[in-house]
């Protein structure tokens, strides 16, 4: 009777105490994006980085329709971690476009890397200009992206009705497939620089990437603060050899507003520390520095990333501060 009693004392014991290291344990999802941008591999890098590097931690990237969806994903705890174009990220915040009034409970945490707008058309369909989309099959990205957001913000700018295209509203991978196929004679991609989908792509046909004139970037940039010209540097994709006038965006790290300080503070210590790491996974992830963030987060940082910045003696404004 003893020893069964001591059996069963060890047992209990067993149990409490893996119960508390199951308590202890903290899972992180990271909304990401579709395979085919560069979302999702530098979500799946930070999730390693962070199950790695942070003690009780356990993170994932999730797919996900990217950066609209990861606003209200975040916003509703089904992730506490998300993926977001700076624009997409100021009017969530804000309850601007398409968050009908509805202002979301994120927080900046880190900028990421910049985003291109890369509109793609086959060299054969004769096609140079944006606007020539009126008429056309079109992919403006998949619902709840960002590359939606920000082509239907840059087709507005412009004047070119919505309704005056058959859109698609593909992934990246499917809307290079469908250019590949003729199904559609536009594709658009806001994501970083030497995509794979776009490379893909390049490897079997001639591709144009469509430049943006001098007029077009004054009436986007005016539509939009978080906006930038940028070039497209000349040799990525196989073809373009010219550096191509485009668009920029900032990507941002968001988090839900309501994390504890201690833990973003660990997140974002372990993220910028291991930035070599991430690298490995994009060269995009470069840009991942504790100086950008200050400089072009387009919403307030969380206290945790505040916390970091200030120990590392990085200034933070006075507009990043929650």
Known sequence: MKRAYIILSILFLALVFTGTAIAKTTFISIGTGGTGGIYYPYGGGVAEIWSKNVDGVKAVAEVTGASVENVKLAHKGETVIGMVMGDVADAGYNGLGKFNGKKHDILSMAIMYPNLLQVVALKKSGITNIEEVQGKNVSTGSPGSGTNFMAEAVLNALGVPLTSFKDS???FTETANALRDNIIQIGVWSVGPGTSSILDL??????NILSFTPEQTQKILASKATYASVDLA???YRGVDKAVPTIGVWNVMICQKSLDTDLVYNLTKALFENN???MKIHPSAAYTIPENTVKY????LHPGTIKYLKEKGVDVPARLIP
């Open 234 to 236: 000349g040799g990525i």
């Open 202 to 207: 390049s490897t079997t046909h001639d591709i």
């Open 276 to 278: 070599a790491y991430l």
């Open 297 to 300: 987060s387009s919403i307030p």
């Open 169 to 171: 509203r593909l992934s």
